[in-house]
């Protein structure tokens, strides 16, 4: 079973965010420098829905189950209970709250923890790899043409 409870646009942080001008918010919706350490480049999914609907097709055509949401980030200093193992995933301390991830989690049924491959086929004509220094570079909020200034 597929389960999305997030928004498909996700900023970061375990609560809303108000950007006091477009260039604060410019700099909210960057990959975050910290980031870089994971990799040079990103996968920019243009629509989310149907990559979520190709995902959704190839796991049930192998019977695998899916999770999809934010992942939670906790203070360790403060929490001190414990986490359904189900929400496992989906909660890491906040060290990596810069991270600001959405994870999809797939269920094999099974106890094989080896490396796994769900072929979505190709996504071409939904995702483009660009490194995250044009990205960051590349974003700018403008107000469309026909809307009133704030």
Do not use: W
């Not at 959704?56 to 193992?85: C, M, W």
């Not at 094989?112 to 590349?138: F, K, Q, W």
């Amino acid at each position: 079973m597929f389960k999305c409870t997030e928004p498909l646009l996700y900023i970061g942080g375990n609560t809303p965010s108000e950007f006091a001008t477009t260039a604060e918010f410019e700099k909210a919706i960057q990959i975050p420098q910290k980031n870089i350490s994971l990799g040079q480049c990103s996968a920019v999914i243009t629509n989310v829905k149907e990559f979520l609907q190709r995902v959704k097709v190839a796991a049930g055509k192998q019977n695998i189950a899916l999770r999809a949401q934010l992942v939670s980030y906790y203070d360790p200093t403060t929490f001190h209970g414990h986490f359904a193992e189900e929400d496992t995933p989906f909660s890491k301390q906040i060290r990596f709250a810069h991270q600001r991830e959405y994870r999809l989690v797939a269920n094999r049924q099974n106890s094989d923890a080896s490396p796994y491959t769900l072929n979505v086929g190709s996504l071409r004509d939904i995702a483009h790899m660009i490194s995250i220094e044009m990205l960051n570079a590349s974003v700018k909020i403008s107000s469309p043409a026909n809307s009133p200034q704030a």
